[in-house]
Every structure is written in structure tokens, then in C-alpha cells.
């Protein structure tokens, strides 16, 4: 064997996916399955099973919502960022709460010191909330909070300050993320213990059924999921099998299927290796569909639609060549588009380093920009379908993510299967098996064990002052001079009292929201009754 031909030899055995699949050197009409098998799974666009997307004309009606993903420092500071990314042509607002609020404190309490308005922006009270959204008509956009433990009261306060604007509950569109059961497999900004925490969101998911209609009550998430370092296959499976228990749960609580499910919107990342994450929105398109309609016997087909957002690959950027993100960001938002994402955040090129920069934001934004208005590839409907290699990568994520959720199942649940940490030790050994072969070469990350360079530090990267956690307190303090007290301290009595009994909990954390009610004082009176969650480490 020539030096050539060895060569070659010794490189196709280490042709995989980012998901560690093996790739064979061609793909041709025989990975289909049969014919019939196959045309029936590909369908039309709009129909069951969607595989070619939820929409019949997909992009040539309308682009996906661009929507960046933005919050940090005080509600003013963020304020004025939304309002340059709406200048600059974003469709859709997508909130960052800081680490505090995600997790139920206040600003002043002693467990987010240090934390305040770092990886997002302060919220506090419904104050914060007026001053966040000022000027921008919720009537008119749609804003998307990712938000989990403490979603119920960021909710409220969204709807609060719509009243003062005088625009009703039934106007608002957008999205909760309101994933709680993620939470405790990968990310960890949880408050409640799993049970009530689903009580919570059954009783979003009526709540909003007859006061906020076009709200997106749920993103249930896989983004997290893979950040943490699990495989497209994992992503799928273990998401939606987070679905399946939010399904349940919903109809356990007496809630009908049609009713709530085609809320239910989706959340997932998208990667670099650009076919192989077509394929798994494809996929993951195509199994839901099937859960829907043959499990859960939903009748509607708009619940049998997997609706998502994307976000580009966090865990992929680098500190390194920070420049070279711009391309990585690139590959994963036109993957995301080729596979019929509904909306669409670009992460920008200094993450691995800093809260973007006003101007690397604009550069996220631009690159989903120049993919819908000059790439050509929004002109037509899942332009890569019929490509033996996607259509056969389809077909092998819904095959591997149907038995990880036939293995939950057998589990007995993803609660269950939480518990027993199986969700959690799966993605551990692909976080492994993936960082492993970065370390020995196996995968090459350009500029990371490749092809380096020895580059100064990096200039102009935001910075958060030390002085917004003592202006938070501050303005936290004379919120909680200037209320009533007597109003929300029967407030959040009555809310005590619905968390003890059975009653819908959202009308009483609207009511406590309306009184300035703080995010830890609700949730605490919430922690009293449900107690906190406390992490059961499998080893």
C-alpha cells in the first residue's frame, strides 16, 4: 500500500460526528430503508409527520424571529441594549435574568452576593420590570424569557407592566422556558423539589389556556442539555422524553391534550457539524410528531408540531482566536436554518471571555442577517432533503433518541430516571468521551490544540461595574418603603395558603407581583411550603 493510500486509511478511521457516530464514506440510495418507509417518514412540509418543517412555505412566507438573547448589569442598562438590537433589525426580544433571579433571591440577600446583574440583568420587583420594557410595546413584539424555577413570577410581572401599558393578558405573545425537569439533569438553577415544581407549571399551563392565549407557556429545553456534553441523539431523547412528563403531568391534572399542547414550544443547540444538527432537528421534528399523535392521541395537528427556538453552541466558543467564533456561530445558524428552526440567537464572538460587546452583538446579528437575506438558502423549503446522508442521519438520531426514551420509560419516568442518575451519567460519559479525544488530537478544535497562535489579551470586553449591586439594594430598599405592606403581606398570605391547598397558584403570584412583591419574597413564601430541592449525587 502506497504512503498516500496508508494515509488515507489512517484518517477515514477517525471519520465521526460530533456525537462520536461513525461516517461511512458514501451515503446512497440503499441507507433509506424502503421507499415506502422512507417517503412516508419524509411526508410534505406542514404536514404529519413534519419532517420537512412545520410550515408548508417555511421561509418564503416569513423569516425565523431573530432573536438575541440579552440581559445584564440594571433594568436601564438592558433597556438600551434591547433598543439598539430593535434598531439594528432584531424581530424578538429574549431576556437574561441574572443568576439570583433565575434562582429565587433578591438582591440584597446574602446568597447573591457577588452575583448581582453578572450573567444577566437584576430583576427584583415589578419595578425592575417597567423599567426592563419601557418604551417597548408588548403588543406588538414577542419576547421570550428564559426563565425556569421562578418562570410563574416573571411571568406575573410581564403582565403587570402590559396592564400599566394598557395592553391585556390575551395580546402577549412570547415564551416562558419554564423547564424545570433540565434544571436538575444539566444545568441547576432550580428552587422546588421536582413534584411541586411540575404543580407549578400545569398551573401556567392553565392559567395562560384562558388569560394569555398566545403565550408559549414552556421551551422545553435540550440546549442545556448538550452544553452539558451530550450527544444529538441524547439532546433529542432526553428532551423530549422531558415532554413526554410535562404532557403527562398536564393531563393528569385534568388539563385536555388540545388544549394546552399546541403551546408547547421547543429550545435546542445547535452545533457545528452541520449536517449531522440538520439532520437532528429533522429528526426530532419527526418523533415528536409521532408522540403526539400515537401516544398522547392528540387530535389537533398543531399539537403534533415541534415548534423551536436555537441557539447557537456556547460550550463551542473559544477564548483562543475569539475571531474564529464568528465562523463557528456561522456553521451553527445556517444549520439551524436548514434544519426549519422558528427562531434563531447568534452567539457572539467574545462569550468564552465576557457579556458580549455592543459591537460583537451586531455581528451575531448581521450573520443571521446575511444567511436569510443574501445565503439563498431561505428561498426554497428543507433544501437538503433527499441527501442520503442527512436523510440517513435523520433517521439514525430518531432511532437512537426513541431508545433513550424507551429506556426512561422503563425507568419509570424522567423523574425516575433523575433520581437513579441515569439522564445524568449518559451525558457524563459523552462530556468525557468528547473532551478526551480534544485532549489526545482525536478532534481538532482549530486554534485550541491546532493551529495556535500567541495573541495579546483581548481589548474592549464589557465589563459589569461593582457599584450595580449596591445601587440594586438600593433601589430594592425604597420599593419596600414605598408599598403597601399590609396589601402584600395579605397577599402573599392568601398565596401560602393556595400552595398548601390545591388552588391554581398564578392569579395569587399576579396579585403579590401587583403589590411590588419581591422575586425572593414570593418564592420564599413558595420555599415554606414546598421546600427546597437538594441534589442526590450519584457517583
Known amino acids: 500500500m502506497s504512503e ?10 477517525a471519520f465521526v460526528t460530533a456525537s462520536n457516530a461513525p461516517v461511512e464514506p458514501l451515503y446512497d440510495v440503499d441507507h433509506l430503508g424502503t421507499l415506502e418507509t422512507f417517503l412516508n417518514d419524509l411526508g410534505e412540509p406542514g404536514k404529519f409527520p413534519f419532517t420537512r418543517g412545520v410550515h408548508p412555505s417555511m421561509y418564503r412566507s416569513q423569516f425565523w424571529t431573530m432573536r438575541q ?23 424578538g426580544l429574549s431576556v437574561a435574568f441574572d443568576l439570583p ?57 410581564y403582565i403587570a407592566v ?23 439533569i444539566a444545568r441547576g438553577t432550580y428552587i422546588f423539589p421536582p413534584r411541586p415544581s411540575m404543580r407549578i407549571i400545569t398551573d401556567i399551563f392553565s392559567f395562560c389556556k384562558k388569560e394569555v392565549p398566545q403565550w ?35 393531563l393528569d391534572a385534568g388539563l385536555d391534550v388540545d388544549d394546552f399542547a399546541p403551546r408547547l414550544s421547543f429550545f435546542f443547540n445547535s452545533f457545528t457539524d452541520l449536517l449531522e444538527e440538520v439532520g437532528k432537528f429533522r429528526a426530532a421534528r419527526r418523533l415528536w410528531a409521532k408522540i403526539m399523535r400515537e401516544r398522547f392521541g392528540a387530535k389537533n395537528p398543531k399539537s403534533w408540531m415541534l415548534r423551536f427556538h436555537t441557539q447557537t453552541a ?68 428543507d433544501p437538503l432533503a433527499g441527501s442520503y446522508y442527512v436523510e440517513a442521519t435523520t433517521a439514525r438520531i430518531e432511532h437512537e433518541a426513541a431508545a433513550f426514551i424507551q429506556k426512561i420509560d422503563d425507568l419509570g419516568g424522567v423523574i425516575p430516571a433523575i433520581e437513579q442518575g441515569f439522564i445524568q451519567a449518559s451525558i457524563q460519559r459523552s462530556a468525557f468521551t468528547y473532551q478526551d ?38 433601589k430594592l430598599q425604597q420599593i419596600r418603603a414605598q408599598r403597601d405592606s399590609l396589601r402584600l403581606q395579605s397577599a402573599l398570605k392568601t398565596l401560602k395558603t393556595a400552595a398548601q391547598g390545591q388552588d391554581n397558584l398564578m392569579p395569587h403570584i399576579l396579585e403579590a407581583v401587583r403589590c411590588y412583591g419581591s422575586v425572593g419574597e414570593i418564592c420564599n413564601t413558595l420555599r415554606e411550603v414546598f421546600g427546597e430541592y437538594k441534589e442526590n449525587v450519584v457517583l
Not at 429565587?104 to 426592563?132: C, F, H, P, R, W
Not at 400599566?164 to 419554564?178: M, W
Not at 452567539?347 to 443571521?368: G, Y
Not at 488530537?441 to 500567541?454: A, D, E, L, P, S
Open 216 to 250: 408559549n407557556t414552556i421551551s422545553i429545553s435540550g440546549y442545556h442539555i448538550r452544553e452539558a456534553g451530550s450527544t444529538a441523539a441524547e439532546e433529542v431523547g432526553f428532551t423530549l422524553a422531558n415532554g413526554i412528563a410535562y404532557v403527562q403531568a398536564a
Open 162 to 184: 402590559a396592564e400599566k401599558q394598557g395592553i391585556s393578558a390575551n395580546q402577549l405573545r412570547g415564551t416562558i422556558q419554564n423547564d424545570i425537569l433540565k434544571e436538575y
Open 101 to 157: 433571579t433565575q434562582i429565587g433571591y433578591d438582591s440584597d440577600s446574602e446568597q447573591a452576593a457577588g452575583e448581582v446583574g453578572k450573567v444577566g440583568v437584576a430583576i427584583d420587583t415589578l419595578a425592575d420590570m417597567e423599567i426592563l420594557l419601557r418604551d417597548i410595546p408588548l403588543d406588538k413584539i414577542s419576547t421570550s424569557m428564559t426563565i425556569n424555577a421562578s418562570a410563574s413570577v416573571l411571568l406575573a410581572m
Open 437 to 474: 479525544d480534544i485532549e489526545k488530537q482525536k478532534r481538532i478544535i482549530v486554534g485550541v490544540n491546532k493551529f495556535t497562535i500567541n495573541e495579546p489579551p483581548p481589548k474592549g470586553l464589557l465589563k459589569i461595574s461593582k457599584t450595580v449591586e449596591e445601587n440594586q439594594i438600593r
Open 4 to 13: 498516500k493510500n496508508n494515509q488515507t486509511k489512517m484518517r477515514s478511521e
Open 314 to 381: 456556547g460550550s463551542t466558543l473559544t477564548a483562543q482566536q475569539a475571531d474564529n467564533n464568528i465562523v463557528r456561530v456561522t456553521i451553527q445558524a445556517l444549520a439551524a436554518v436548514l434544519g426549519g428552526t422558528q427562531s434563531l440567537h447568534t452567539n457572539s464572538r467574545d462569550e468564552a471571555l465576557a457579556l458580549p460587546s455592543e459591537e460583537s452583538a451586531r455581528i451575531a446579528l448581521r450573520t443571521q442577517q446575511i444567511i436569510a437575506h443574501e445565503s439563498g438558502v431561505a428561498e426554497t423549503v
Open 69 to 91: 438573547y440579552a440581559g445584564f448589569a440594571t433594568a436601564e442598562e438592558s433597556n438600551s441594549r434591547y433598543k439598539y438590537l430593535l434598531e439594528q433589525g432584531q424581530t
